[in-house]
């Protein structure tokens, strides 16, 4: 396994192939830097004796130690504990963790590469497989680019009016393909090993060419990746954790991009094509099961924090805004480890979370993202908007007068209450607190897919047979079995 360094270095060494603000920089810009930094914690960790045994497991493949992020899930168990390892993770780094990513990708490949080849006769399993060795051995991190930059958004691929609005094959060639097109929104892509690309959508036997699921390395011949790094407010001084917390997303772009033939996961099956794009929506909301109440849990702890230094912790409205919110984070997990005991093993041997529970908890946290950014506000109150600036509490002639004014319960010191309102102030109003809340509605798709899988699998006809019981419409009524929705 790798340790922090090296993840870094290989970063480092890295051909410089990012876009940020105009120039063309490597993967040592100090502008990646908080990102790398907060993903580097699932290496880090990894060595610490108190974190091993939730973040390494054994790969089904070799019975070798590996990260959790590598693995395909082949139990329960399995899925319960990378929800709770993400849950954990995104406490400590004080935000998302970004690696979930990849490991949601390899999950969704393995099972959608099985499927082809059963039907196909194709051997995308085997290089899945091959690829998925060396991802384990080496420990690598990938992104996942799934989300094409759409074009009209009422069209398919194949109808759009530039057939490159979505990534697809531009030429077959006997020792690979060449694809051209571009994704938005894709996080990690700047600090990660591998970039996997994966259809976005359903997709019909006219949108062959853009049936497409690949990967390469994240410097490849022909990637750009114009990136936007965020982070939480400039600090200087007073030093925090979560003052560290970092993310990077980019919009990349394959300018005729040649990918060998054995990278190449599905070239042209358009309905694996549609339950790759499917599945990995599955395995990331089941991710959000995790980083969600993680997130959940961050916001609460400040909100309990703000009112208990404020003196007003044991108020009516605070515990009401503070049950709230552990409503919301525990009924999402809870979701969560439902959709993993009421999951399933595929013929490919890798174990899948239930659509239902997973959706309905991916909906819910959805739904209560912004309730949560404004009940810490309420909370917090105005200062940890206008709250000023570091330097100013270390002015000689203001800082004995700004401690003292910004002063609530005597008990408290000055220095405690205005880290807490510093850290409030990242969770309200830093560029990431921003990023945080549009990938809290949209992240893993937007709020209405989540309602078109519930749709899909949830079994509305069944609570009708019931109702038509009930009101005596009709006389027969069997309850189904709960687990199967
Ligand atoms: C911080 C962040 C990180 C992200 N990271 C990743 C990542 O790592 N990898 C990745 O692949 N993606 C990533 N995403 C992208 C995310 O999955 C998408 O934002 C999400 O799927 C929505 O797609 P979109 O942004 O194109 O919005 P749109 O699909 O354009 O949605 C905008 C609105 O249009 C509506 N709409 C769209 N199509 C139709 C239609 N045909 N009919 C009616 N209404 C429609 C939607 O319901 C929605 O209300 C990230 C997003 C964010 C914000």
């Known amino acids: 396994m790798r340790s922090f360094d090296e993840y870094c270095m290989k970063m480092y060494s890295m051909k410089p192939n990012i876009y940020i603000d105009g120039r063309c920089v490597g993967r040592d810009d100090k502008r990646l830097a908080p990102g790398i930094k907060t993903l580097g914690a699932t290496y880090r960790l990894a060595e610490e004796p108190s974190w091993k045994n939730l973040i390494i497991t054994k790969s089904h493949l070799d019975g070798v130690e590996i990260n959790r992020f590598c693995h395909v899930n082949q139990s329960m168990d399995d899925l319960l504990m990378k929800q709770k390892m993400i849950r954990l993770l995104c406490r400590v780094v004080g935000g998302c963790i970004q690696r979930c990513m990849g490991c949601d990708a390899i999950n969704a490949l393995s099972i959608a590469t099985y499927y082809a080849d059963m039907e196909y006769g194709t051997d995308y399993h085997k290089r899945f497989i091959d690829f998925l060795r060396v991802f384990q051995r080496e420990d690598l991190t990938a992104a996942c680019a799934q989300t094409d930059v759409k074009g009209h958004r009422r069209l398919r691929p194949h109808q759009q009016a530039d057939p490159d609005l979505y990534v697809r094959v531009v030429e077959k060639r006997s020792d690979g393909i060449v694809v051209r097109g571009a994704k938005n929104c894709i996080t990690m892509a700047a600090y990660s090993d591998m970039i996997i690309v994966i259809p976005t959508r ?8 853009w049936s497409v699921a690949f990967y390469l390395p994240a410097d490849w011949k022909g990637i750009k990746l114009v990136t936007r790094a965020t982070g939480m407010r400039p600090r200087r001084h007073f030093k925090a954790p979560i003052a560290e917390m970092g993310a990077a997303d980019s919009f990349i772009i394959f300018d005729d991009v040649f990918v060998p033939w054995d990278n190449v996961f599905l070239c042209g099956e358009s309905n694996y094509a549609t339950l790759l794009a499917w599945l990995f929506a599955l395995y990331h909301r089941h991710s959000y099961t995790g980083c969600k109440p993680g997130f959940t849990d961050i916001m609460m702890g400040a909100s309990a924090l703000v009112a208990d230094y404020n003196g007003v912790g044991d108020a009516s409205h605070v515990r009401s805004k503070l049950a709230e919110m552990a409503s919301t984070a525990e009924l999402v997990y809870a979701a969560g480890v439902a959709s993993a005991v009421y999951g399933r093993k595929t013929d490919a041997g890798t174990y899948a979370p239930n659509e239902v529970y997973v ?7 959805g739904l209560h993202i912004y309730e949560e950014y404004d009940m810490l506000a309420d909370l917090a109150g105005g200062l940890a908007a206008t709250l000023p600036y570091e330097g100013d ?43 945080f809340a ?26 009708m047979k019931l109702a038509k019981y009930l009101a005596g419409v009709e006389k027969d009524y069997l309850p189904k079995e709960l687990a199967a929705q």
């Open 202 to 209: 359903r997709m019909t036997d006219e949108d062959r060419d």
């Open 359 to 365: 959706n309905v908890g991916r909906r819910h946290a």
């Open 393 to 435: 509490f270390l002015n000689p002639e203001l800082a004995e007068l700004l401690n003292k004014y910004i002063k609530r319960r005597p008990e408290v010191s000055s220095e405690d209450v205005h880290r807490c309102f510093r850290m409030v102030s990242d969770l309200l109003c830093s560029a990431l607190s921003g990023v």
């Open 438 to 463: 549009v990938a809290g509605v949209h992240g893993g798709g937007s709020p209405v897919m989540e309602e078109i899988a519930i749709w899909r699998s949830y079994d509305f006809e069944e609570r």
